[in-house]
């Protein structure tokens, strides 16, 4: 049977791209280590999903930008020590990477001396990230530091998977082979998902982390704006961060702090999901922070899928996928043009159906149906998925 170690600085199993990859292997056969955050400390506890953990309690912090080097710093100790004991132990057919940071990449190393396959899973362009988190230029020396380790990182690996094709177009720009490089994206396996159904009295629904970057203030600012329009209309934010107490303020001073609802902390994704579902309109509203323009979020994807119609910025990578019948868009940090957005689809549901209809249809490329092989190809496991389906096969015929 073949085994996958990997090692990510992201909780589990509340981070949605790291559950989906693990289930995949899970669901493949493979038995997988994983050597990640948790919310008490770890070492080889099975799970109900049959996944080892291997984990630390880290709490991050986004208040200071000094945080993330601690944090990343602090992390790599733990996994450099997890993954060079597990690496001893057993021999993995292929250990995953997530970054950030790129050179968490670097606590596989002794799996690099036993001559296992390294993949690194660049789920963020650190370069980009850093520029943006610090707002500084891309001759800044942070930047420059993180360009250095990309690069390092990138070179070290055996192969690279990386989330959108304007990523892709930039790490080829980089240097990297073409042949070093998959892309993945952000979604999940719809074949299973039910549809929207709208509940009533309607609502907006926004599912993210409460930083900056992704625009929550907007979307506040623009519910103030359709408050008398709309009496019965609320805004639930589901999701927690640092940004959380500075936005219920927000809601406070602009007197609609009885229409906007936290959830206070992530919820599990089938129950988000299912939250998601009954919303009237998803709302999407990144702002253009310089790296947002290389993102395809796994909110616009999940909100596609399930058929909730979408009010989204307008950010390139997004309408690189999505045509403007798709999604409604409004320019980024737009309260106005967000607003005017929610307003038209929520007087017009047959248009905000024909929407999101539209987004489902755009969407196939992306689905984790069709991207799924290419992740265990990546991995180098996709030849060892048919023998094993075989050996299950004669398993159950005898």
């Not at 994983?34 to 291997?54: F, I, M």
């Amino acid at each position: 049977m073949s085994r996958a170690l990997v090692i990510s600085r992201h909780p589990w199993p509340m981070q949605t791209t790291l559950r989906r990859n693990v289930s995949e292997l899970l669901r493949q056969g493979i038995r997988v280590d994983l050597v990640c955050l948790t919310d008490r400390l770890t070492w080889g506890v099975p799970t109900a999903e049959g996944v080892r953990l291997y984990g630390i309690p880290f709490k991050q912090r986004r208040t200071h930008a000094i945080w993330y080097p601690v944090h990343y710093a602090s992390f790599f100790v733990w996994a450099l020590l997890a993954a060079s004991m597990l690496a001893l132990r057993r021999r993995y057919d292929a250990v995953e990477v997530d970054n950030t940071p790129d050179f968490l990449v670097f606590t596989a190393f002794v799996a690099r001396l036993r001559h296992m396959r390294i993949v690194l899973f660049s789920m963020e362009l650190m370069p980009e990230l850093t520029a943006a988190r610090l707002r500084v230029g891309s001759r800044a020396l942070p930047v420059r530091i993180a360009a250095r380790l990309e690069r390092a990182a990138i070179a070290w690996a055996d192969h690279v998977i990386t989330v959108s094709e304007p990523c892709r177009r930039i790490l080829l720009g980089r240097g990297l082979p073409a042949g070093k490089l998959t892309v993945v994206p952000n979604s999940h396996g719809t074949a299973n998902l039910e549809p929207a159904r709208p509940a009533c009295p309607r609502f907006l629904v926004i599912q993210t982390t409460l930083i900056e970057r992704y625009g929550v203030r907007i979307a506040i600012e623009a519910m103030a704006e359709l408050a008398d329009q709309f009496p019965g209309l609320t805004l639930e934010i589901l999701g927690e961060g640092e940004e959380e107490s500075a936005l219920i303020d927000l809601s406070t001073r602009l007197g609609i702090d009885d229409r906007v609802h936290f959830s206070h902390h992530y919820l599990p994704w089938d129950q988000m999901i299912d939250r998601v579902r009954q919303a009237t309109l998803g709302i999407v509203p990144l702002l253009a922070d310089g790296y947002g323009d290389l993102c395809v979020p796994n909110k616009v994807l999940e909100l596609a899928a399930i058929g909730v119609p979408a009010v989204c910025s307008r950010l390139p990578a997004i309408e690189e996928h999505f045509p403007p019948d798709a999604l409604a868009y409004f320019e980024p940090g737009d309260v106005g043009g967000l607003a005017a957005q929610v307003r038209r689809l929520l007087a017009d549901p047959v248009a905000a159906g024909r929407q999101a209809a539209r987004a489902r249809e755009s969407m196939r490329a992306l689905s984790w149906d069709t991207a799924a092989g290419r992740y265990l190809a990546a991995l180098g496991l996709d030849r060892a998925v048919p023998a094993m389906s075989k050996r299950r096969d004669h398993a159950r015929a005898s």
